[in-house]
């Protein structure tokens, strides 16, 4: 069974930074496409980045091209989120998500594996 794990949240101001981390367990992390979603207070959950297994193929949502990268270490089996110029708008739950392959990478329904979420609080 594939278990993820998030971690690296927390409380900064707008303009700040934070990265977060996705340590996957339980499968061959090189097998796996990686999805990054938020989901904000009374809102929808939302994609937020895809990286594809061997770590080439990345894609972002709009709002957050040019701020937030995405990558992954396969040796420490863990898919990382970096986050820079962070806004308000960017607080929110992020999960990270993992597949074996994923026909759309922005439906969270094609990913098989969630992890329990890490906060962001991104203050004015």
């Known amino acids: 069974q594939v278990h993820l794990v998030e971690s690296g949240g927390g409380l900064v101001q707008a303009g700040g ?3 977060l981390a996705c340590l996957v367990s339980g499968g061959t992390f090189s ?3 990686t999805g990054w979603f938020r989901q904000a207070p009374g809102k929808e959950r939302e994609f937020v980045a895809f990286i594809g297994r061997s770590g080439t193929l990345t894609l972002y949502r ?3 091209e040019g701020r937030f990268s995405v990558s ?3 040796a420490r089996n863990t898919a990382y989120l970096q986050m820079t110029s962070l806004k308000p708008e960017d607080t929110a739950v ?3 998500a993992a597949a074996k392959a994923v026909d759309a990478v922005d439906q969270d329904r094609q990913y098989e594996y969630w992890g329990q979420g890490t906060q962001v609080t991104v203050s004015s």
């Open 17 to 19: 930074s934070l990265r």
């Open 72 to 74: 992954k270490d396969s």
């Open 94 to 96: 992020y999960y990270c």
């Open 62 to 64: 709009r709002s957050v």
């Open 31 to 33: 097998q796996y496409v």
